[in-house]
C-alpha cells in the first residue's frame, strides 16, 4: 500500500487544509509541456498511503475558476506516477435534498465551460476518449463504503453542471440547471475530470455543498454578511467532513490504484490518427499520459 501514489485536488474549502496532515512533506515544483501546475505539488505521507497534494486555486487561492491551470495540475500528477486522484470542490445545491454541509460523490457531469484548455491533444491529432461515465466507479464505492462507518452524511451521486463563471447563475439559468437534472453548480470539475480521463487516471470528486444556488430565495430577514457568514460555516463544517473521509479512504487497506481499471486504459482505442501523422516531438512530450 505504500507504494501507491494517490492524487488528491483540494479546491475551495479543502485548500490546503490537507496538506497540514501530511508527514515527511517535499515540496516538487513541476513543468509541464502546459505550463506550471496551480502550485509545488506536496509529496508525503498520510497514515501509511503516500500522496501527491495540489492545491486546485493556488496559495492564496491565486486563480480563479476560469484561470486554473487544468492542463498543468492533471499532467504534473501523472508525470510524478499518480494514477488515482480525489478531487473536492465546493459547490451550490439545486435540490432541497442536498443540504448546506452535504457532501456528494459527483457521478456525473454536464458542461458549460467555453474557454478553457479541455484537451491534450491539440496540434497532436484526434483523440476520443469515452466519457460516458466520467468518474471511476471503483473509487466513487471506496469512499461510499468509507462514510457510513465513520458516520460521514453523503450522497451518492450526483450530477453536476460545471459554468464558466467568474459570475454566478442568474435565478433563470439556475432554474434551467434543474430542469436539466442538475443537482449540483460549480465552476472547476470541468475540464479537470476530462483531462483526466485523457491521462488515463482514475478520478473521483466529492462536491462540498456551501448553500442553495439561487433557484431558491434566501431568506430576506437574513442581511448580507449573515448568509456569507452562514455560508462559511457550512464550507467549514462540509470540510470537516472531507478531510475525514479522505483520510478514512486512505487508511483502508484496499489498493485505490487498480492497473485493470477502465480508466487506466482510456487511451487503447482513442487515437485515431495514423501513428505516422503524428508529430515525433509532440509525442514524446505527451508520452506520460500513455504510460
Known amino acids: 500500500m505504500t507504494k501507491e501514489l494517490v492524487g488528491v485536488i483540494g479546491g475551495t474549502g479543502l485548500g490546503d487544509d490537507l496538506a497540514t496532515k501530511l508527514a515527511g ?7 509541464t509541456p502546459f505550463g506550471a501546475p496551480s502550485g509545488p505539488i506536496l509529496l ?23 484561470d486554473v491551470p487544468y492542463a498543468a495540475n492533471i499532467f504534473a500528477l501523472k508525470q510524478l506516477g499518480v494514477h488515482a486522484v480525489i478531487a473536492s470542490g ?4 439545486l435540490r432541497d435534498s442536498i443540504s448546506p454541509g452535504d457532501l456528494v460523490v459527483v457521478d456525473q457531469f454536464v458542461d458549460k465551460t467555453l474557454r478553457r484548455t479541455g484537451t491534450f491533444f491539440a496540434g497532436y491529432g484526434a483523440v476520443h476518449c469515452e466519457m460516458a461515465d466520467p468518474t471511476c466507479d471503483r473509487l466513487r464505492e471506496a469512499l461510499l463504503g468509507v462514510a457510513k462507518p465513520a458516520g460521514i452524511r453523503i450522497h451518492p451521486q450526483g450530477t453536476y453542471v460545471c459554468m464558466e463563471g467568474p459570475q454566478f447563475s442568474t435565478r433563470a439559468e439556475s432554474k434551467m440547471h434543474r430542469n436539466w437534472g442538475g443537482d449540483l453548480i460549480g465552476m472547476t470539475a470541468m475540464p479537470e475530470a476530462r483531462l483526466a480521463r485523457e491521462a488515463q487516471m482514475c478520478y473521483a470528486l466529492v462536491a462540498l455543498a456551501s448553500d442553495y444556488d439561487c433557484w431558491r430565495p434566501h431568506d430576506e430577514s437574513k442581511g448580507k454578511q449573515t448568509l456569507l457568514q452562514e455560508i462559511y460555516s457550512n464550507v467549514r463544517r462540509a470540510t470537516d467532513n472531507c478531510l475525514r473521509l479522505i483520510e478514512a479512504l486512505l487508511a483502508i487497506e484496499t489498493p485505490l490504484v487498480c492497473e485493470d481499471c477502465a480508466c487506466r486504459k482510456s487511451l487503447e482505442l482513442a487515437v485515431w490518427t495514423d501513428p505516422k501523422q503524428i508529430d515525433a516531438t509532440r509525442k514524446r512530450e505527451l508520452s506520460p499520459l500513455f504510460e
Request: charged residues 25%; proline residues 6%.
Open 25 to 31: 512533506v517535499e515540496r516538487r515544483e513541476v513543468q
Open 44 to 66: 508525503g505521507t498520510l497514515g501509511e498511503r503516500r500522496v501527491a497534494f495540489i492545491n486546485r486555486h493556488g496559495p492564496g487561492h491565486r486563480f480563479g475558476p476560469g
Open 90 to 93: 465546493a459547490v451550490g445545491s
